[in-house]
């Protein structure tokens, strides 16, 4: 073998070994990387998942719950997000509320991240961002960017078909780790089947009389900028659905029925198996559209895709896009709208459960900007510093 060869087998060697190590930290940064939460002064507590049931003790789905007690008697609301962790809306809503929101009748809890495993990984093929970041009065606030379901390191192996405990409904193997297809969860199952049921241990001992889980979804999905309601909180999501439609939304949002014969989503079980209404909210995000272009993280929080937008003037979507896109700022800002008007509306059908909030900036305000209401990390109290 002349030298010629063998220098060229070197050098390959070399850029292979490099580009394996870089790939290597770059898996390793988007695990390992560490979200601080600013508590704000209406956090008066913070406790872990497993507090409530130690099946989900020692897993990476072991995750903090925020809680603001005003200690005045009223109701108690549960706001999940990450259920989904490819829909960055619900951690920005759930960070901005911990950061700014007291609560002053009842209880709020907030649970920033439910399914961490699958901010651990993103999707194969799909050439998605590790990290999403905003702009914030300080620098840059930044999140991990993942899958929709649990990752295959934390939930192994998947089942040839999957049956959905207790109804025995048969679901798509991969939905063993969606966790929006394992309420209400089995103790002894694999990862998301067991966060489910942790959950639902929380919902019973803090007496939950309201759930929301934060979702988005792409524009070619029927259920779009929608409340999903269990049939007993039906009445409470229309009048969200119609006071928001007509008072402060430029696209409707609407209101739909949970489907009774679809099991696992947890508009259906969460309600089925305990006192709790459980809603279910849904966004635009043409991230998630098949028919995108690029996917980079300007996609995700611009909303914005010509192709997408293309595909709108041909009657193929099932939500309005136009140039100025979804852009996060509005799919936050009508995150919180429709949480807090559920407290309203809530309270009023339910006088024994009001929960009143204050210092939540107005949907105007956040659609304006939101960099003014995370606060920096680093001349926080360290006590108030928590990761998740």
């Known amino acids: 073998m002349d030298k010629k060869t063998v220098c060229i087998k070197i050098i390959a060697v070399i850029v292979v070994v490099a580009c394996m190590a870089t790939a290597g930290y770059l898996f390793w940064e988007h695990r390992n990387y560490k979200e601080p939460v600013v508590l704000g002064d209406g956090v008066t507590e913070v406790k872990k998942?497993?507090?409530?049931?130690?099946?989900?003790k020692g897993t990476i789905?072991?995750?903090?719950?925020y809680i603001m007690d005003s200690g005045v008697e009223g109701g108690t609301?549960?706001?999940?997000?990450?259920?989904?962790?490819?829909?960055?809306?619900?951690?920005?809503?759930?960070?901005?509320?911990?950061?700014?929101?007291?609560?002053?009748?009842?209880?709020?809890?907030?649970?920033?991240?439910?399914?961490?495993?699958?901010?651990?990984?993103t999707r194969n093929g799909e050439a998605y961002p590790r990290f999403f970041t905003y702009e914030t009065d300080w620098g840059v606030k930044k999140w991990r960017y993942g899958d929709r379901t649990a990752s295959p390191l934390d939930s192994w192996p998947d089942p040839e078909v999957y049956l959905h405990y207790p109804s025995g409904q048969s679901l798509a193997y991969m939905d063993i780790r969606n966790a929006n297809r394992n309420w209400p969860g089995k103790e002894g199952g694999l990862l998301t089947e067991r966060t489910a049921y942790a959950m639902m241990q929380l919902i019973e001992q803090e007496g939950v009389d309201l759930s929301l889980d934060l979702h988005e979804a792409e524009l070619e999905y029927t259920v779009e900028n929608t409340i999903v309601a269990h049939q007993r909180g039906t009445d409470v999501a229309a009048m969200v659905s119609m006071t928001l439609t007509a008072t402060t939304f430029d696209v409707p949002v609407g209101a739909e029925f949970s489907p009774l014969s679809l099991h696992g989503l947890c508009h259906r079980e969460v309600g089925d198996y305990s006192d709790c209404i459980p809603f279910l909210v849904e966004v635009a995000e043409p991230m998630l559209d098949r028919i995108r272009g690029i996917t980079d993280e300007q996609l995700l929080m611009s909303g914005k895709d010509v192709f997408v937008i293309e595909a709108g003037k041909h009657g193929?979507?099932?939500?309005?896009?136009?140039?100025n896109g979804w852009p996060i700022e509005k799919r936050v800002a009508r995150h919180v709208a429709v949480t807090t008007s559920l407290m309203d509306f809530f309270g009023q059908l339910h006088p024994e459960a009001v929960i009143t909030v204050e210092g939540l900036p107005t949907y105007q305000e956040m659609l304006e900007g939101l960099g003014s209401y995370y606060h920096d990390p680093a001349t926080a109290d360290p006590s108030r510093i928590y990761y998740d």
């Open 316 to 323: 193929l979507l099932y939500a309005p896009i136009d140039e």
């Open 77 to 121: 609301m549960l706001v999940f997000a990450r259920t989904h962790p490819e829909e960055p809306t619900g951690p920005m809503v759930t960070n901005l509320m911990i950061e700014n929101m007291k609560v002053t009748q009842g209880k709020v809890i907030i649970v920033n991240s439910l399914n961490t495993s699958g901010t651990t990984y």
């Open 49 to 56: 998942l497993s507090d409530y049931s130690d099946v989900v």
């Open 61 to 65: 789905n072991d995750c903090n719950v």
